[in-house]
């Protein structure tokens, strides 16, 4: 690394050594960057300089990287990348993270890299790549040790030295024991392999009937697998009960976090997939208004009520004040009910159908928190017009609008669950539409049928 | 079980027995209950029920009830029965269980309890629970397995076979090894164990130096440490580097879950805690005012721009149709600012102090997608009205504080992190406050401008 190197953004300098393809300067310089560093000044990189980047590194190294890439970058800098030095990085990476990744690839580039390795190798990670992502098979890795159920301790402790080697980064925890058809028979723990006379059949220690899940298990039935039994990892089974992988409880964990954050995200617009700011600025636009074309032609829909009512609106012209307020409001008091809604979805204390317990839930709040927010706005607009009437109608308007927020917004959840649709994308704008919808009528028609007091 | 209490909902056939006291019953009837069903059943009980049922079944039944139940659900329950029953269930749970629970009890509640301890299990429990549950300390469990730097093989393997018995539940994975002063000096792979000679002392077969986390580390930092490590636990170590604990990788990865959904709740207005129907409807009415009542200030706030211009509004009454369509749009815009901002702090791609590149990635985006759905409701008002004029001022304003609504979006979360304060909590609240004031006042001053065109 030359003096000049530092005095500038590590970035920049890791770019232009990058481009330069100086390879003793780059593994110098990352080596220099804390981890969390790293992961920023690689973000910081271009596409183009990524894709460089790992290729000049040493496969194990671009693994390490690569890890720690948000996933559309690191798809992308495998893309740019020559086949043979892509499946080289990719051999470095665990099993479940290479189908991860060869997931995301478009699937010339996929086939491609696949070419490229053991045909073994290649036909075990196709196969790992076509489970879907949140499922037992997509989330299991195939680094496991098997035996047959007719060895000896002795043969199995050989086993494991030598599996040892090959999975030097993973923790073995279990030894599985398998008949002739590869069927999962049992399941050794190594604290009892410790304890038992060295020349028994393993079939004599093993713990029978284990529990396994399917390969094709979804994420919430995973979740509550992990719930109910306090293991690390279990055997994944296929149909006819052939083990095909282990899953270990953090990679069910992990996949539940992203979840929830893939959550937060849809609820905010963020559709289409990952949005990072280094992306092309026609994609991330598009998909941003995909999302807001949506949403504005609900939010005419709603704001035709308002068109249509425009002489009540014209005689008593401070009602425009409030009809934001109302609709904001209402969106607030229901996106609470949504989220308190989802929420007990997950902790499993509702399903979709108790509409029952959730309405009365919410009835009782939203009189209670109506009568609140309303006296408030109702004080609000009587002493700014000095109009008692005035202050009725919004206040009475907000506190009726805030219980249809709540109930909606209680109930919009499990409506969507119930008809098989993602809650967390479409509650808001439906909540949103019709809580407007009803509170600008709700303003309006109280308006009009007292107009003679407002003017 | 009689036919009776088979007609009817589960929870009111529960109800009734637990009522009644009937151990036999209960037991029966929550056997046959499958897993998912008996959390929903169990939520759906009282506070008082759900305290008898816990003193109706035995310790381990019970402990196994009380770690699916919602952590409220179970302070509440464990409050209410008699203190010796409370701690003979919380024995059965993992030591990391305990010290969650424990923190979340009145401090009266957790002495009676403790009180009814073996004083040194009562004494490890205090030092437990006095840790930030989402610190290494309050994550950690003290099942673990810990031998003398001197002992042999064989005695480890002892120690191994003894505490197998005392810690059936959990996964043994390592045997970790300390000095006299109870320092960690290295880590026992069982699989190392196994092909040692049995008569070596563990020094020499133990790894040295092994990685290890700090009581006090948070939950970043230990995201951070298991990125870095693919292990599926580590030893927590106080600042004397004393063993003190294990923390597992799930253990992290379900607290991470936990946040992200956190996180959510509080971006939609449930603050103060947890929220589920079963609660008081006072305290869940006052829990949601606390969020609603600082908006409805912001909002009042915000419309007073509206009413500071109502002789504008006055002359131009269409503008009002436009005003919640603005401020509800900006809204949108913004929050999706908002996400892609805290998915890359997460994910490490910007730090607090990367302004710059956030604006650079906002404002092209902000100038793209204003000037489309500025586009579009300028085509919609001059449709409306057949005033071009209008279009303008409508499209114009929404096209501006689209811009205005996405620099500040992805702005906020950033300055909120530096400033040490919850970017979900306050984003929300700011964002709407802000684009709403900008927004309303662009619609009115604009056409403020161009008057004359437009009546």
Redesign the interface.
């Known amino acids: 690394m030359t003096q000049d190197t530092q005095s500038r953004a590590p970035w920049e300098a890791l770019a232009e050594l990058v481009t330069a393809g100086d390879r003793a300067g780059v593994k110098a310089l990352m080596e220099t960057l804390e981890?969390?560093e790293s992961?920023?000044v690689v973000?910081?990189l271009d596409d183009d300089e990524r894709a460089k980047l790992l290729a000049l590194l040493a496969p194990e190294d671009a693994a390490d990287v690569i890890?720690?890439m948000?996933d559309v970058h690191a798809a992308d800098a495998l893309e740019s990348m020559a086949p043979e030095d892509a499946a080289r990085i990719l051999e470095e990476l665990?099993s479940d993270a290479q189908a991860d990744l060869l997931g995301d690839l478009e699937s010339v580039e996929a086939e491609a890299i696949l070419a490229q390795m053991e045909p073994a190798d290649a036909a075990e990670l196709r196969e790992l790549a076509a489970y879907p992502e949140d499922s037992a098979g997509g989330l299991m890795l195939t680094e496991l040790v098997q035996v047959p159920a007719r060895s000896t301790v002795d043969e199995v402790?050989d086993s494991?030295?030598q599996h040892?080697e090959e999975y030097a980064?993973?923790?073995?925890?279990y030894v599985y024991v398998v008949d002739e058809a590869e069927r999962l028979v049992g399941v050794l723990?190594?604290?009892d392999?410790?304890?038992a006379p060295r020349n028994v059949r393993v079939e004599r220690v093993m713990l029978r009937d284990p529990h396994s899940v399917r390969d094709d298990a979804g994420l919430d039935e995973l979740m509550?697998f992990?719930?109910?039994h306090?293991?690390?990892g279990a055997p994944v089974l296929d149909e006819d009960g052939v083990l095909c992988g282990v899953l270990?409880?953090?990679g069910v964990?992990?996949a539940?976090?992203e979840q929830?954050?893939e959550?937060?995200?849809r609820?905010?617009?963020?559709v289409g997939g990952?949005?990072?700011?280094?992306m092309p600025?026609?994609l991330?636009?598009r998909r941003?208004?995909a999302?807001?074309?949506v949403?504005?032609v609900l939010?005419?829909l709603?704001?035709?009520v308002?068109?249509l009512n425009?002489d009540t609106?014209?005689a008593v012209?401070?009602l425009?004040?409030?009809?934001?307020?109302i609709?904001?409001?209402s969106?607030?008091?229901g996106?609470?009910a949504?989220?308190?809604s989802?929420?007990?979805l997950?902790?499993?204390?509702?399903?979709a159908s108790?509409l029952r317990?959730?309405l009365l839930?919410?009835i009782?709040?939203g009189i209670?928190?109506g009568l609140?927010?309303g006296g408030?706005?109702g004080v609000?607009a009587w002493a700014?017009k000095g109009n008692p009437w005035l202050g009725l109608v919004a206040g009475g308007a907000l506190a009726l609008n805030t219980l249809v927020a709540v109930c909606i917004g209680g109930a919009i959840p499990l409506v969507l669950r119930r008809l098989g649709k993602d809650p967390a994308l479409a509650a808001g704008p439906i909540l949103?539409t019709v809580t407007?919808m009803c509170g600008?009528f709700l303003v309006l028609s109280l308006a009009a049928m007292m107009l003679e007091r407002l003017v």
């Open positions: 981890p969390l992961v920023r973000a910081r890890e720690h948000p665990p402790i494991i030295r040892a980064g993973y923790d073995i925890q723990r190594l604290r392999l410790l304890m509550h992990f719930e109910e306090h293991f690390f270990r409880r953090s964990e992990a539940l976090a929830s954050d959550t937060f995200r609820t905010q617009g963020i990952e949005e990072l700011r280094s600025l026609l991330r636009s941003r208004l999302w807001l074309s949403n504005i939010n005419v709603a704001a035709s308002i068109a425009q609106l014209e012209i401070a425009a004040v409030f009809l934001p307020i609709s904001d409001m969106g607030c008091s996106n609470q949504v989220a308190v989802l929420r007990e997950t902790l499993g204390t509702i399903k108790d317990p959730v839930g919410e009782g709040l209670l928190n609140v927010l408030l706005i609000v700014w949103t407007d600008f």
